[in-house]
């Protein structure tokens, strides 16, 4: 059994259009993030929900919406996507926010915008 | 404001030989510090973390970092490279606030040479 599970794991769409990903752990974490590697292989933080409530929002457009049906699951979806979208989007999951830095990662999944 | 910096963007070594990935960070107390490894198309894996205590950490497919203050460093050691240790090595530091926040650097990608 994967414990951080995302799909699709490629998507590869035209500008303009609406994409959702999808995230799931099975680790019984009360804690779940998304972040973002660029090209350059640059990790930043997105988002996270602590129990469904959000508790970090790092300036992201608000073409991006994240949502927690409850605190197994943490979906994504992009509105208007844009070129500078293409990406490596990473779900996360840890035990808490106390800083225990133990994250554990999905395998991520590949945005191509064209 | 907190950053980290890992200054050798790209390194290669001889499968056998003493490997060393440094990291500097920059925050104001006493840091959380990470180390992850990403194998190609994965995601990331915690191989050793440091709150407290011994500034010496050992972590997981016998990699071991030292928290030296002085210096705001926390390089990451392996005496004997193994061919399954390319990857690209991140290292990270835990933002305070109770938000489970990390901050990742740039990343250093290990070549091993048979």
């Known amino acids: 059994d994967t414990a951080v599970s995302q799909t699709p794991k490629y998507l590869v769409t035209q500008m303009g259009n609406d994409k959702s990903i999808k995230c799931e752990q099975n680790?019984?974490?009360?804690?779940m993030y998304w972040y973002k590697q660029d090209s350059k292989k640059f990790l930043k933080i997105m988002f996270s929900?602590?129990?469904?409530?959000?508790?970090i929002n790092e300036t992201v457009p608000n073409r991006f919406s994240p949502k927690s049906p409850d605190k197994a699951h943490l979906n994504l979806h992009i509105n208007s996507l844009e070129l500078g979208d293409s990406a490596v989007y990473f779900c996360a999951s840890s035990s808490g926010l106390l800083n225990t830095g133990e994250l554990f990662f999905g395998e991520g999944s590949r945005l191509t915008v064209l | 404001a907190q950053s980290v910096t890992q200054p050798d963007i790209h390194i290669t070594v001889s499968e056998g030989a003493s490997l060393e990935l440094r990291c500097n960070y920059s925050y104001g107390a006493t840091p959380y510090l990470f180390w992850y490894v990403q194998s190609p198309g994965q995601g990331l894996q915690l191989l050793l973390k440091y709150f407290s205590g011994d500034t010496l950490v050992q972590g997981i497919k016998g990699f071991e970092a030292e928290f030296k203050r002085s210096q705001s460093s926390f390089n990451l050691r392996k005496p004997s490279v193994h061919w399954s240790d390319a990857a690209e090595y991140f290292c990270?530091?835990?933002?305070?606030?109770?938000?489970?926040?990390?901050?990742f650097g740039q990343g250093t990608t290990l070549q091993v040479k048979p």
């Open positions: 990270a530091v835990g933002v305070s606030g109770n938000t489970g926040k990390l901050i």
């Open positions: 929900y602590n129990n469904k409530e959000l508790i």
């Open positions: 680790l019984g974490h009360d804690t």
